[in-house]
């Protein structure tokens, strides 16, 4: 079941990233902004209208507490005044000798009683209107009734109370009565519902004399509820010892509102405690309070039940009043967010179509977007970038152009290769016959350089080989210099398949020996030596001579000159045959970038030194390329 519900929603997260995808920007924004607007919106809305249900809730259950509170200094003054008037009575001996006596008395006897101890007893409920009866049931035969005080207790021998207040040995007994029938009533009635005080009299002590009853109406005894103005919205109620329900049938509130009588006493009992307590239930989906005291003297709790159905409303009804407000609000401000939005995103479209029109091949778009901010900054690169590769397409076409120079120069020179080849051979075999051997390695050198210099597939090739065209350009020219030159190679064997021009050292080492050596050759032999190094991702070409060399300013001119693509003579080669170190240079900067080149350094009479700079790129079959 659980790996359902994660597939369901992994299915339903990526439809919701689907539809996301195929929004624009500026309705993504839009909606990022409402989402990021309104869940808090609608948190801060919940957690606001709670707090106020809350508090509005506290506040009527404080002021619930402080009424109910007042309602039991009432009860409480109710309780002290029936108290105090059984122990009048109690205490009056002569009274109590009166009804314990078991002599049948005087009409002398019985007027004198009449006219003093029980006229105490109907002043003593004169000074306490409050107090509805003051009754002595007594079980002496030889005792008269005297209405409304005293009465035979055969009047009570049914009364549910008589044997729990005989049980409880001169203990109060507290009893609510609320249609029973009166001693002095044929018929119950709810007019008559009254709380009793009841006391057995066992004076002297284990002899039952009779029962004292001290009676108020619940009217009095509860004035809070049963007065005569009512709130529509509460009521109260008494829940006795024995989970008994007193109220006021009167007031119709519990059943205007449905409120079942056994489901209050059920909810009250799950939550009831001593002294003041609350709790909340719901009926029919409407909530109630409930505030709960207890009356320890009548071990009886008074309760306070009052519907939230208004506050309920009221608090919904301010909660959407705030809630349509900030919505409406919101539009508002999404409708501006959307212009803003619009007008900020103006330079990306601009820059998008821009774009576009690149895509498509116009080269030329001018982009002008001006600012300070990240559109702008990206307009700027982009048209840095657009610089670059019209740049980079302008090298390509230079390239290019280079590429069929060369072989249209190669195409000038060009005979029948296997013809030049073949007569070369034949010269080689006749010097051989006629043991001419310097003659034949001469031819064989000539011809190696020729097929290196006519075969012309590729523009790279691997160092040795183009070291290996220097070997036989140097043997061809120790011919003219009677052996007057010498080459030293020291280049490691990891390095010889790096990848290098074709024809790029050659014109480096033509150049020593026709402007460095050959001047000073009579004064002492050349030397060449070339050096290779590979340095983090590049390689490191030195050809040194030790020529006459160059003053500081002729060697910085020189390096001006080259990097400025500007041919120099003087320094080139002759005849047709040299490209020059300027075109070396600008071959090198040309395939790999304005970082690499070539590099001049010399010493007036010492030596010269050319550097060439080349990335590190290690070539595979490298003999087949040329």
Not at 301 to 329: C, D, H, M, P, W
Not at 555 to 560: I, S
Request: proline share 2%; hydrophobic share 40%.
């Amino acid at each position: 079941m659980l790996g359902v519900i994660i597939m369901d929603f992994q299915k339903k997260f990526k439809e919701t990233a689907n539809w996301l995808d195929q929004l624009s920007l500026q309705q993504k924004l839009i909606a990022l902004y409402i989402i990021i607007i309104i869940i808090p919106i609608i948190i801060f809305i919940s957690i606001y209208s709670s707090n106020v249900y809350d508090r509005a809730i506290n506040e009527i259950r404080i002021k619930s507490e402080n009424a109910l509170e007042i309602e039991k200094i009432h009860i409480k003054n109710n309780i002290e005044s029936m108290r105090r008037t059984a122990q009048m009575v109690v205490s009056d001996m002569e009274f109590i000798d009166f009804v314990k006596s078991r002599n049948e008395a005087n009409i002398d006897q019985l007027i004198d009683f009449r006219m003093n101890e029980l006229s105490n007893v109907t002043r003593l409920q004169a000074n306490n209107p409050a107090i509805e009866n003051i009754r002595l049931y007594t079980t002496n035969p030889y005792i008269t009734e005297m209405w409304p005080i005293l009465f035979k207790e055969e009047r009570i021998f049914e009364k549910p109370w008589r044997e729990e207040v005989i049980n409880r040995n001169g203990m109060e007994v507290w009893w609510f009565d609320q249609q029973t029938e009166d001693v002095l009533e044929r018929l119950p009635s709810q007019n008559t519902a009254k709380i009793s005080l009841l006391r057995e009299l066992d004076y002297p002590k284990d002899e039952h004399l009779g029962i004292i009853e001290i009676n108020m109406f619940l009217k009095n005894f509860f004035p809070k509820m049963f007065g005569t103005m009512q709130d529509p919205d509460s009521v109260y109620v008494v829940i006795d010892k024995d989970n008994n329900i007193i109220r006021n049938y009167h007031h119709t509130f519990l059943e205007d509102e449905g409120i079942d009588t056994e489901d209050l006493k059920l909810k009250f009992n799950r939550s009831k405690h001593e002294g003041t307590g609350s709790f909340q239930f719901k009926n029919k989906e409407t909530p109630y309070l409930v505030i709960t005291a207890y009356i320890d003297d009548l071990d009886a709790y008074l309760l306070n039940i009052i519907s939230l159905e208004s506050l309920y409303a009221e608090t919904a009804k301010t909660r959407n009043v705030i809630f349509s407000g900030i919505i409406f609000l919101v539009i508002v401000l999404s409708f501006v967010t959307y212009v803003l939005i619009l007008l900020l995103l103006k330079k990306m479209y601009k820059l998008k179509d821009s774009m576009k029109r690149v895509e498509q091949g116009d080269f030329s778009v001018d982009v002008e977007i001006d600012g300070q901010d990240e559109i702008s900054e990206l307009a700027f690169h982009f048209k840095s970038l657009l610089g670059k590769m019209n740049g980079l397409i302008a090298d390509a076409v230079n390239k290019q152009a280079t590429a069929k120079e060369t072989e249209l120069k190669a195409l000038k020179t060009q005979i029948d290769s296997h013809f030049l080849y073949n007569t070369l051979e034949n010269i080689k075999m006749m010097a051989e016959i006629e043991g001419e051997y310097a003659i034949s390695d001469a031819v064989t050198a000539l011809g190696e350089m020729m097929r290196y210099n006519l075969k012309w597939k590729n523009d790279f090739v691997v160092l040795d080989e183009e070291l290996n065209y220097i070997k036989n350009y140097v043997d061809i020219m120790n011919l003219r210099l009677d052996g007057q030159l010498t080459l030293n190679i020291d280049v490691p064997n990891e390095l010889r398949d790096q990848e290098v021009l074709k024809m790029s050292l050659q014109p480096i080492i033509e150049n020593a020996i026709k402007h460095g050596i050959i001047p000073n050759h009579q004064k002492s032999k050349g030397l060449l030596q070339v050096f290779a190094r590979c340095s983090d991702d590049y390689v490191i070409i030195e050809i040194q001579d030790n020529g006459v060399g160059m003053t500081a300013e002729e060697c910085e001119f020189l390096n001006e000159s080259i990097q400025a693509g500007q041919e120099n003579h003087s320094l080139g080669s002759k005849g047709g045959n040299g490209i020059g170190i300027h075109n070396v240079n600008e071959r090198i900067q040309l395939y790999y970038g304005t970082e690499y080149g070539v590099f001049v350094t010399s010493v007036k009479g010492e030596f010269t030194m050319v550097t060439v700079k080349m990335p590190c790129k290690i070539m595979k079959g490298g003999s087949q390329s040329v």
